[in-house]
């Protein structure tokens, strides 16, 4: 069983900044894709962004510019730096992971954190 525990999250005001931090545990063979979803009251979840193993990253149009992904293979973590803030940050931000259970394709599964409030006001 693959875990993730996101920690980070909070209020800040508008302009502000926040650090996600997201840790993957368990048994497993590598983790190909990390990222970053966000889901507002009444609205479906939503990309952030994502980073590849080799750190490619992608972001949403959205947080072009505020956002930045990063992560550390060592620690099978994954981070978001959010400045910049706007209160249409507002969400609940949960972290996944495509994890890989062999060297060989076919054995992915996708896994989910519990979510970290962001809650930024104006």
């Known amino acids: 069983q693959v875990q993730l525990v996101e920690s980070g999250g909070g209020l800040v005001q508008a302009g502000g900044s926040l650090r996600l931090s997201c840790a993957a545990s368990?048994?497993?063979?590598?983790?190909?894709?990390m990222g970053w979803y966000r889901q507002a009251p009444g609205k479906q979840r939503e990309l952030v962004g994502t980073?590849?193993?080799?750190?490619?990253?992608s972001y949403a149009n959205s947080v072009k510019g505020r956002f930045t992904i990063s992560r550390d293979n060592a620690k099978n973590s994954v981070y978001l730096q959010m400045n910049s803030l706007e209160p249409v940050d507002t969400a609940v931000y949960y972290c996944?992971?495509?994890?890989?259970?062999?060297?060989?394709?076919?054995?992915?599964?996708?896994?989910w954190g519990q979510g970290t409030q962001v809650t930024v006001s104006s």
């Open positions: 996944n992971a495509i994890v890989s259970f062999a060297q060989t394709t076919g054995t992915e599964r996708n896994y």
């Open positions: 368990g048994s497993f063979y590598s983790i190909i894709t």
């Open positions: 980073i590849t193993s080799r750190r490619m990253t």
